[in-house]
């Protein structure tokens, strides 16, 4: 089972794309994840469950109660989508000259490369008495952007998790419609 602390690992690895080398636009932007292996197990078809699971649930509520988990979604810079979510990037984080490894923009690359259409990164940091470290690797083909990363997170405990990911971002348009740019992001 996922925990918490995954989830916002995961999260964590679909934001590493932000950034101005990367060919991001202004707009709502689409995140899949492609595939994922935790501790060396492939997640990839638990998480498309676990996705298909909440689809479905969002789907057979009624109209009012899920027009507010939607607003609720959107106000936290997350919109549903049919194979991942949804984000809405701002111009500012558009033009960032480095990729964003976090929400909250507290964990800083350490290295970034850029060559031609590909950007590379490592970082390290420490939030809430878990250090994550990781590299990955970005790259731009039109109005998709397709990352992965492989990641090592310890807990205070010692507790450690292996993770390597790959997402994929598509271009949906320039209107963010109902999905607001992630918490502390303008």
Not at 1 to 19: D, E, K, N, P, Q
Not at 53 to 59: D, I, S, T, W
Not at 69 to 93: E, F, K, S
Not at 155 to 173: A, H, L, N, P, R
Request: charged share 25%; with cysteine; glycine share 12%.
């Amino acid at each position: 089972m996922r925990t918490a602390s995954g989830l916002a690992i995961v999260g964590l690895v679909a934001l590493a794309a932000y950034g101005a080398g990367l060919g991001l636009k202004p707009g709502l932007w689409e995140v899949r994840i492609v595939k994922e292996v935790v501790d060396g197990r492939d997640q990839t078809a638990q998480m498309a469950a676990m996705s298909d699971k909440m689809r479905q649930a969002l789907a057979s509520m009624p109209p009012e109660r899920r027009a507010q988990m939607q607003a609720m979604l959107g106000q936290n810079g997350v919109g549903a989508a049919d194979r991942g979510y949804r984000i809405c990037i701002t111009p500012a984080m558009a033009k960032r000259d480095t990729p964003m490894v976090d929400r909250d923009g507290r964990c800083q690359p350490a290295t970034v490369n850029h060559s031609g259409n590909r950007t590379t990164f490592e970082f390290s940091c420490t939030k809430d008495g878990v250090t994550t470290t990781g590299k990955g690797a970005a790259t731009v083909d039109g109005d998709v952007i397709a990352t992965h990363v492989d990641l090592s997170s310890r807990d205070s405990s010692g507790k450690t998790k292996e993770i390597q990911s790959d997402t994929q971002m598509t271009f949906v348009g320039s209107d963010c419609g109902d999905v607001k740019p992630p918490p502390g992001q303008s």
